[in-house]
């Protein structure tokens, strides 16, 4: 049964979260606060959003609980800031928000019927589809419209994933290697010529293409490429941890020591 007092209470506290952030923006508010802008608060909505997802990656639901709520403060306080411009209202972020849902739900809120989830995702694609025609958008219909500031890895595993709805894929994780051996070779010939410009775009090709490989192996590359870095910096204290217990310094050391030891702490603390 729906809990009313609870929706009741939810509808109070957000209102209270708005009248916060109305009154640090105030004459009489926070100097800091009321001197951001859309532009200065980029950097903190990134920010904001990856600590909620370190959060749920280490699995604390009460961090998540509290970064969920520092994420959703900065949006307000974001949708605030164009309400004083009147550019919009909170209330119609709120609104649109609300219809946009509605709408590309019809098997939840209308009479639409879907049996599995892809036909959901299916059915989303189409409905996103007609609101860019609707709007006259500039922009390709079937691989929408990314954002360019999501991190370079997960847009071209998105690029790939929407681009594969339509057949436009390898057919296996397998044939994807003679292609990687290809933007190797090109990466080689781009070193050996010494020419930057191309090296930085063979680069690109051979990122581009390892993030379709983990696509087709259901590999976030994104996710991957964190817990890889998380695993360098945990093995890399380790080792100076080793060095400094020897009461050595960095200069003192050559690459095959660095190597041995190294070598010594893969192998202890594999995971």
């Keep these: 049964m729906k809990d009313i007092k609870k929706?009741?209470?939810?509808?109070?506290?957000?209102t209270r979260l708005i009248?916060?952030?109305?009154?640090?923006?105030?004459?009489?508010?926070?100097?800091?606060d009321?001197?951001?802008t859309p532009e200065t608060l980029k950097k903190y909505v990134l920010e904001e959003a990856?600590?909620?997802?370190?959060?749920?990656?280490?699995?604390?639901?009460?961090?998540?609980?509290?970064?969920?709520?520092?994420?959703?403060?900065?949006?307000?306080?974001l949708a605030h800031i164009y309400e004083e411009k009147g550019d919009f209202t909170v209330s119609e972020v709120l609104r649109l928000c609300a219809e946009k849902m509605i709408r590309r739900h019809p098997h939840v809120?209308?009479?639409a019927a879907v049996s599995s989830a892809e036909e959901v995702i299916n059915q989303w694609q189409k409905i996103k589809a007609q609101e860019s025609k609707e709007k006259k958008k500039k922009r390709s219909k079937v691989l929408g419209n990314l954002p360019k500031t999501l991190p370079a890895l997960q847009r071209a595993f998105r690029v790939g994933e929407r681009a594969s709805r339509v057949g436009f894929d390898w057919s296996s994780a397998e044939e994807i290697f003679p292609k990687l051996?290809?933007?190797?070779?090109?990466?080689?010939?781009?070193?050996?010529g010494q020419d930057q410009k191309r090296i930085r775009e063979e680069i690109g090709d051979l990122l581009f293409t390892l993030a379709n490989l983990s696509r087709k192996l259901n590999v976030n590359p994104e996710e991957a490429l964190r817990e890889a870095v998380e695993k360098f910096i945990e093995r890399f204290i380790l080792m100076e941890k080793e060095f400094r217990n020897q009461g050595k310094e960095w200069q003192e050391l050559s690459i095959q020591e660095m190597d041995q030891v190294w070598e010594k702490i893969k192998s202890t603390f594999k995971h």
Excluded: H, T
């Design 19 to 32: 009248e916060i952030v109305a009154r640090l923006r105030s004459p009489n508010g926070c100097p800091w």
């Design 7 to 14: 929706d009741q209470e939810s509808g109070e506290l957000f």
């Design 50 to 77: 990856y600590e909620v997802i370190d959060a749920i990656e280490a699995n604390d639901p009460q961090e998540v609980c509290e970064e969920i709520g520092d994420a959703l403060f900065l949006l307000i306080f």
């Design 181 to 192: 051996e290809e933007e190797i070779s090109e990466l080689k010939e781009a070193i050996s």
């Design 34 to 36: 009321r001197k951001q």
């Design 109 to 111: 809120f209308g009479e």
